[in-house]
């Protein structure tokens, strides 16, 4: 698996997540103007509920550049290659992926193993009223802090089993 396998689950999830919102929005506009015959007003109004979910769409790709730019610093610092050949998700449907040597948060993040600051890495657990948010925090070598969620407890374990490892991935599944 490339850089672009990730990119490409990134960018379909959110396509999926934004504009499915967007269009479900433009739907129910589109339907009370059907209904009440307010068709020219409303029409416009749904067209605009398309075009701003497009554009937090477009939003949403910036990450993508960081991922890019995260891998050829870490392949230039360590003179490797970036590969997930043996990167597996975390679950089903999730988009971190762990292989032996990379931590890859599909789209935004990837991080070597020796990038990370003494293979460190500290979950913060958050309480809200619908439950627990997994806040991982990693501190990489260059002396800047990256943060990202976690979906569920397990993943966060994972996560932290992995950093304090050498054994293979394998072995924590």
């Not at 339907?31 to 509920?49: G, H, N, P, R, W």
């Not at 003179?79 to 971190?96: T, W």
């Not at 032996?100 to 020796?114: E, P």
């Amino acid at each position: 698996m490339t850089e672009n396998f990730f990119i490409k689950k990134y960018i379909i999830r959110n396509a999926c997540l934004i504009l499915g919102i967007a269009f479900f929005i433009f739907m129910i506009f589109f339907v009370v103007a059907l209904i009440y015959d307010v068709l020219e007003d409303d029409i416009l109004i749904s067209l605009k509920m398309l075009g701003v979910g497009t554009l937090i769409f477009a939003v949403s790709l910036v990450p993508i550049k960081r991922f890019r730019d995260m891998i050829r610093m870490q392949e230039a610092m360590f003179d490797i290659r970036f590969h997930g050949e043996d990167a597996l998700p975390l679950h089903r449907n999730s988009l971190v992926y762990l292989s032996d040597n990379w931590l890859i948060i599909a789209g935004q993040y990837a991080f070597y193993r020796s990038f990370i600051k003494n293979n460190r890495i500290k979950i913060h657990v958050q309480s809200t009223n619908r439950g627990n948010n997994y806040l991982i925090k990693i501190d990489g070598i260059n002396d800047q802090s990256y943060c990202f969620h976690a979906d569920s407890a397990s993943s966060a374990k994972k996560i932290k089993a992995w950093s304090k490892t050498e054994e293979s991935l394998h072995d924590i599944n």
